[in-house]
């Protein structure tokens, strides 16, 4: 994009434009299914699981097909993997993710009670969950100030210009560094929505965006 003058980047502004923005959109799934009733611990950690490369649009009745057979550790440790795989099997890597979840189940009955704790090396503990999933677990469920940190919020943060990281890692310790932390769940809620429908992969909608005064535009080479 050619250089044009650009107003200094204020997150409270941004913040405050981007949640009317995406109000006509559908809401990002974990969130989405956790104002519908799935909000514990367990249910965020599965459906996050069952999220991993697989769109919002499958996720959300994807988790509640399986929620609406077993919706705790418990429940879910007596299914076998082949009856959770039948379950989730609109997701991607669905026989992997089924294997997981059982798992992840038996360990929570074996050595928690039953009851997954909102602590971070715990999740972290589990076999396939990264600190994207700890934290929208801890940020979701439990008021915990996480970032959580998928495709969106790495593409919307660096082409706003607000960090530079290569990584989704690298921006979310760029983003821990520099953004309030009473935004740091909101962030995921509000740029999961934005990042898939204004400000897309390709040709992102700038002539709507809300924050294009402020937008640096990184990377851009065209857009609508």
Same mark, same amino acid.
């Given at each position: 994009? &050619? +250089?044009?003058?650009?107003?200094?980047?204020?997150?409270? $502004?941004?913040? =405050? #434009? !981007?949640?009317?923005?995406? =109000?006509?959109?559908?809401?990002?799934? !974990?969130? &989405? /299914?956790a104002d519908a009733g799935y909000n514990s611990s367990f249910e965020v950690l599965v459906a996050c699981i069952i999220s991993i490369r697989t769109r919002d649009e499958?996720?959300?009745?994807?988790?509640?097909? /399986?929620?609406? =057979?077993? #919706?705790?550790?418990?429940? $879910?440790?007596? %299914?076998?993997?082949?009856?959770?795989?039948?379950?989730?099997?609109?997701?991607?890597?669905?026989?992997?993710?089924? #294997? =997981?979840?059982?798992?992840?189940?038996?360990?929570? $009955?074996? &050595?928690?009670?039953?009851? /997954?704790?909102?602590? +971070? &090396?715990? %999740? !972290?503990?589990?076999? *396939?969950?990264?600190?994207?999933?700890?934290? %929208?677990? %801890? *940020?979701?469920? *439990?008021?915990?100030?996480?970032? *959580?940190?998928?495709?969106h919020v790495h593409r919307v943060t660096n082409r706003w210009g607000y960090v530079l990281a290569r990584t989704p890692e690298k921006t979310m310790a760029a983003l821990e560094a520099k953004l309030p932390q009473h935004y740091w769940v909101e962030i995921n809620r509000l740029l999961v929505p934005f990042g898939k429908h204004i400000c897309t992969g390709n040709l992102p909608r700038c002539s709507t965006c809300p924050v294009l005064d402020m937008c640096q535009q990184v990377g851009v080479q065209a857009h609508h």
């Open positions: 994009m &050619e +250089a044009t003058t650009k107003r200094d980047f204020d997150i409270d $502004v941004a913040m =405050q #434009r !981007l949640r009317t923005a995406v =109000q006509p959109f559908p809401k990002a799934a !974990l969130f &989405e /299914l499958t996720t959300t009745p994807v988790a509640q097909r /399986l929620f609406a =057979q077993a #919706r705790t550790p418990a429940a $879910v440790s007596c %299914l076998a993997p082949d009856n959770i795989d039948n379950l989730i099997n609109a997701c991607t890597f669905h026989e992997a993710k089924a #294997r =997981q979840i059982h798992a992840i189940a038996r360990r929570i $009955v074996n &050595e928690y009670e039953g009851k /997954l704790p909102c602590d +971070a &090396e715990v %999740l !972290l503990s589990f076999a *396939g969950v990264g600190p994207k999933c700890a934290n %929208l677990v %801890l *940020g979701i469920t *439990g008021n915990q100030p996480r970032i *959580g940190v998928d495709i």
